[in-house]
Antibody, heavy 122, light 108 residues
Framework: EVQLLESGGGLVQPGGSLRLSCVVSGFTFNSYAMYWVRQTPGKGLEWVSSITGTGNNGYYADSVKGRFTISRDNSKNTLYLEMTGLRVEDTAIYFCGKRAGGSYIENWLDFWGQGTPVTVSA | EKVMTQSPDTLSVSPGERATLSCRAS??????LAWYQQKPGQAPRLLIYGASSRATGIPARFSGSGFGTEFTLIISSLQSEDFAVYYCLQYNSWPSLTFGGGTKVEIK
């Protein structure tokens, strides 16, 4: 059974930092690219970041580029999102998700974690 | 940047009736379109990928169609557990993804 479990969310002041983790099981982690997606009441679902299976390449939405860093430890079956310079508008539920396949046409998310809430407020 | 527009924002349907949800892409995305169902407090659940392929375990009352810029999700006979918010996702341009704004299906 595929499982993804996020942690690390919480309340942080503007300008602060948080590190989100996503521990996975039930599939060969290093064979799949992974995603971070966030959800806010106002903006709905928003892609945040992607990372290749090897971890060699990370990609970011313009809204977080230069502030967030995606990484993974394939020996620990864990995905990370390091968030710095947090802004009020980063307040959201953050989901990790697994890319469905290994080819460049199988880019949808087939499994999601339950999400971890991040609140940025003074 | 691809923009995904869903309509309507809210759909009021009686149990047993048919629901038709639309998703429009601002550019041609071929069949790189997925549909998700989300209930309060839960993660989105994959229903459809490749515009028309049902994910594992998804009932046959859910069907997807479309290609290019116009896509449709049909729920043929709404069950009580189908009242939720539905999102479309375009995945044509790795590594980025774009979601639609969602359609809430509520009980009439």
């Amino acid at each position: 059974e595929v499982q993804l479990l996020e942690s690390g969310g919480g309340l942080v002041q503007p300008g602060g930092s948080l590190r989100l983790s996503c521990v996975v099981s039930g599939f060969t982690f290093n064979s799949y690219a992974m995603y971070w997606v966030r959800q806010t009441p106002g903006k709905g679902l928003e892609w945040v970041s992607s990372i290749t299976g090897t971890g060699n390449n990370g990609y970011y939405a313009d809204s977080v580029k230069g502030r967030f860093t995606i990484s993974r430890d394939n020996s620990k079956n864990t995905l990370y999102l390091e968030m710095t310079g947090l802004r009020v508008e980063d307040t959201a539920i953050y989901f990790c998700g697994k890319r469905a396949g290994g080819s460049y046409i199988e880019n949808w998310l087939d499994f999601w974690g339950q999400g971890t809430p991040v609140t940025v407020s003074a | 940047e691809k923009v995904m527009t869903q309509s309507p924002d809210t759909l009021s349907v009686s149990p047993g009736e048919r629901a038709t949800l639309s998703c429009r892409a601002s550019q041609n995305i071929g069949n790189s379109l997925a549909w998700y169902q989300q209930k309060p407090g839960q993660a989105p659940r994959l229903l459809i990928y490749g515009a028309s392929s049902r994910a594992t375990g998804i009932p046959a009352r859910f069907s997807g169609s479309g290609f290019g810029t116009e896509f449709t999700l049909i729920i043929s006979s709404l069950q009580s557990e189908d009242f939720a918010v539905y999102y479309c996702l375009q995945y044509n341009s790795w590594p980025s993804l774009t979601f639609g704004g969602g359609t809430k299906v509520e009980i009439k």
